[in-house]
């Protein structure tokens, strides 16, 4: 028996997805041909900038024979095409796979008359109007209305499914640079907020003592990092390892969920908290981190990649601790995981990155030992005394 105050579940705080990604449009109405020409277009357009899918189902009414070693009894064959790579699935593909599978795309377009997605365009179309009509109940965010050559007005049945139709974009359906600018305009609007997220959890264990309570500057290096963002980003948090570890009130803070993991766990429990948001992730061990190099940063984000980053001339590997990490990022972090894998610089390493030469490399420094804190305080100094 369970009580009333019993919860089965965790209260988590889900990604705003549909049925196969963040920002997806089902196109109905039309011959699926139509939808096809007008899907190619739209991607054409826009994959310079953004990573887009396509799904579909196929129109052989025939019985078909299952690919290659599918038949045979295999789940899953994968070829290296070298300019593509296919995979053939004999596998039941669930609603929790199918947004596994499109979670890289920024954009998905859908034939409507086969799948079905939280978003929708409508083609009013004299040839398919008994098709739509079977398929009102599926316009539940209706968002572009498009007219073929054969009609001049919105069927009623449409009107009467779309209160607000009046005040959806109506356009004619050859008018593609209208079409295509929508969809820019849906994206740039899509794009997600930027939140930052100081790391001062570690348990500074070479150092001997917190590495965010050092005072480089006015105050401790943690409030000091926070500040330094607070220009950037929507919120600004810093990453705490438990209840326990005090930070002034002043300060958001998110407390650690996933427990031993180091950068990891920070980085993972931001997104646990805000899966729709992209974090500016910098650790507190970083004394010379300026708010040009901040600035260069965020000027050069790439919202279509996994993350923005760093490539540290020191190590000739991104720099994974003064990193975008967009939403996208969120699954893969825990696929990593997973695997048995919690290093935030591995993911960069096997993942697709937009990385940048950092214009100051000094600012990528970081204070770990003793030793490395009077080297910076020699440099501090030095600075100070040219200023």
Known sequence: MISKGHRK???????????FGRNEWAIIGAPCTTIKVLADNIIQALSPKYKCAYADTSHNDDEVLSPGRLASGAILEYTDQLNYQQFNYNALVTPFKQRQLFAEADLVLINGNHQQ??????????NKEASLQKRIEQLTDVQLIL????????FDFVKEAIPNWQQIPLYALGDTEKIIGFFADKMQQAKPGLNGLVLAGGKSMRMGFDKGAVKWYEKEQRYHMADMLKPLCNEVYISRNSDKQDVDVSYSSITDTFLNLGPYSGILSAFREKPDSAWLVVACDLPLLDTDTLNYLVANRDTSAIATAFHSETSEFPEPLITIWEPKSYPVLLSFLAQGYSCPRKVLINAEPRLLHVPNPGALTNVNTPEDLEKIKKVLHQKIATA
Do not use: E, F, S, T
Not at 117 to 126: C, E, N, R, Y
């Open 9 to 19: 579940h965790a209260d988590l705080a889900r990604p705003l997805n549909g049925n």
């Open 147 to 154: 007219l073929a050559d054969n009609v001049n007005d919105i």
């Open 117 to 126: 997605a939280k978003a929708q365009v409508v083609i009013i179309d004299l």
